[in-house]
């Protein structure tokens, strides 16, 4: 059971605008730069100065994590000497939630001023040019949920936060994805940080080497359980969007493999690779604003 409220309820706007109000009066920081962290990411968080921190289960109508290796707190802070929100963990349908209640905190965002959200996740590699330890940014993703009508958007449409049939072509920004390729390059970063596109599955099960195969001959370089529904009420809500995903490992596509995927491998990845991942965050932060204009698609 989750500690509270009901996963398949619907949110409101009068909801969003409670949890917003309730923010904005606990603390004085007006984030313009949010960052949802994956499994294991929620490190990204350590560096910032001026730490506020909320536990999910304080918050009014917030969901909370139920996934080993998601800490559950909402970190606000400096970072850069930029005005940041951290998410310390996200929520996932496979845990019972509805879409709305998993993209219930990018809403929350836009009514705290956020103009760009940085998503991350732990993700499993599918091409043969992507090894585990490689950092994907994002340039295109697969909703294979929304295929199926778990679609974040479904049901009316509230006008005070987007268009009816918002257009995803774009939906991660081609100068933030520009800036992370060029920052990566700087920091000795090249030979593991590539483009690619993301393909999400509702899990919680790992994929099977013939649901693997399919996704890998529709284009997708990498595939994870989370992520597309928060880019696309971003994208809904007119925020710049930049995803980051790290490979945790190697999906296999051969029925001679014996390797097997488990959870706690990935968060041992992410240990190993936490610095480097949090240095290109870092970094990109610091220099976001080179990129003009939130609609600089």
């Known amino acids: 059971m989750h500690a509270k409220g009901n996963p398949?309820?619907?949110?409101s706007f009068d909801d969003y605008k409670c949890t917003a109000e309730w923010l904005l009066n606990k603390t004085r920081h007006r984030p313009k730069i949010a960052v949802i962290c994956g499994s294991g990411l929620g490190l990204l968080a350590d560096s910032v100065s001026n730490k506020q921190t909320f536990r999910y289960e304080d918050i009014p109508n917030f969901p909370v994590s139920t996934v080993p290796g998601h800490e559950g707190c909402l970190v606000f802070g400096d970072l850069k000497e930029k005005s940041c929100v951290f998410m310390q963990s996200r929520f996932h349908l496979y845990e019972g939630y509805s879409l709305c209640k998993v993209t219930f905190p990018v809403r929350i965002f836009k009514l705290l001023g956020v103009e760009t959200i940085i998503v991350?996740?732990?993700s499993g590699g599918l091409c043969k040019d992507i090894k585990a330890g490689d950092i994907m940014i994002i340039k295109d993703h697969i909703n294979l949920p929304g295929?199926?009508?778990q679609h974040p958007l479904c049901g009316p449409n509230d006008e005070r936060f987007g268009i009816r049939f918002p257009c995803m072509s774009d939906a991660y920004n081609k100068d933030l994805r520009?800036?992370?390729?060029?920052?990566s390059q700087q920091l000795g970063y090249s030979d593991f940080v590539r483009e690619g596109v993301y393909c999400m599955v509702s899990g919680p099960n790992f994929e099977t080497i013939a649901e693997a195969r399919?996704?890998?001959?529709?284009?997708?370089?990498?595939?994870g359980m989370s992520t597309i529904p928060e880019v696309t009420v971003a994208k809904h809500c007119d925020l710049r969007v930049l995803g980051l995903s790290l490979i945790t490992n190697k999906v296999s596509l051969d029925y001679s493999r014996e390797e097997k995927v488990n959870h706690e491998e990935v968060?041992?990845?992410?240990?190993?690779?936490?610095?480097?991942?949090?240095?290109?965050?870092n970094t990109i932060i610091a220099k976001c604003d080179q990129v003009d204009g939130i609609n600089s698609n």
């Open 267 to 281: 968060l041992e990845m992410c240990k190993m690779r936490a610095e480097m991942f949090q240095n290109l965050v």
């Open 178 to 183: 520009k800036l992370a390729l060029d920052i």
């Open 8 to 11: 398949c309820s619907c949110c």
């Open 120 to 122: 991350t996740n732990a």
């Open 147 to 149: 295929f199926a009508g």
């Open 214 to 223: 399919m996704l890998h001959i529709l284009g997708s370089d990498s595939v």
